[in-house]
């Protein structure tokens, strides 16, 4: 059975002058997968990321995401797409039921969908008794869960997530996870990049990055098999060693 491909990269290309961020690279993400996408401090993941967020022009190559072209129709990629990052994404001195609204609002709801969707989320992450705290005031663990769930509050056909666990505990970080598996099942795409190997565990298939190239990319068990590894970390390491290069 043909997957519906969601991203698709051919010699995808950032330059910056005489320096390459992202060298080449050229790789499909299918609808519905949780493909990690991981690399050390200066692998080029986050020029990547900009640029399939059409945040950043390429230099050179092609992309498409969510079926549109990233050089003519970065604004129709924005609006299918979810993000989060590692700072949350949120306005901290913002009420709970304030962002939901807000983000809803720059997804494009309607003022009945959102209404309908704070319910559901307020629901849904047990919040409705913290519907009128300020998000600074909540918990790490809540913030995150909260910050997921907006992202993909209009049901968008891929959400990149940037290290979105990074700073939690490892029992938060595996709540977290079932939110990404749920919204998975719904058919939404996951990118994420992390710098947890547990958690890539947890992907259908990895790429890493070194140098600005993708040095490997496929089923985890596949990689450690490759690698004569036992953990992720192992193969990881062992591509990473490569890097000439830091941040």
């Not at 319910?119 to 909260?146: F, I, S, Y």
Request: net charge negative; charged share 25%; hydrophobic share 40%.
């Amino acid at each position: 059975m043909n997957r519906v491909k969601v991203i698709e990269t051919d010699q995808l290309t950032k330059t910056f002058g005489r320096f390459t961020a992202v060298d080449h690279i050229s790789f499909e993400v299918n609808q519905g997968e949780i493909f990690g996408f991981l690399g050390a401090n200066g692998a080029g993941k986050t020029t990547a990321i900009r640029m399939l967020c059409g945040l950043l022009e390429p230099t050179s190559g092609t992309a498409r995401v969510a079926g549109f072209d990233v050089y003519k129709e970065s604004d129709r990629i924005k609006r299918n797409i979810g993000y989060m990052s590692q700072k949350f994404s949120l306005y901290g001195d913002l009420k709970v039921w304030e962002n939901i609204r807000l983000f809803g609002g720059i997804y494009g709801l309607t003022d009945k969908q959102i209404a309908t969707k704070s319910d559901e989320l307020l629901d849904l992450l047990d919040l409705k008794a913290e519907r009128n705290t300020l998000v600074e005031a909540l918990p790490l663990g809540w913030k995150q869960k909260l910050a997921f769930s907006v992202a993909v509050i209009h049901e968008p056909r891929i959400v990149f997530l940037d290290e979105p666990t990074g700073g939690v505990d490892p029992v938060t970080r595996r709540r977290f996870w079932e939110l990404i598996y749920q919204a998975a099942a719904r058919g939404i795409t996951i990118f994420v990049t992390t710098h947890y190997m547990d958690e890539a565990e947890y992907c259908d298939r990895v790429s890493i990055m070194v140098d600005g190239r993708i040095e490997a990319l496929d089923r985890p068990d596949i990689l450690k098999n490759q690698f004569h590894a036992e953990t992720m970390d192992e193969v990881f390491y062992a591509l990473a060693r490569k890097a000439t290069r830091g941040e």
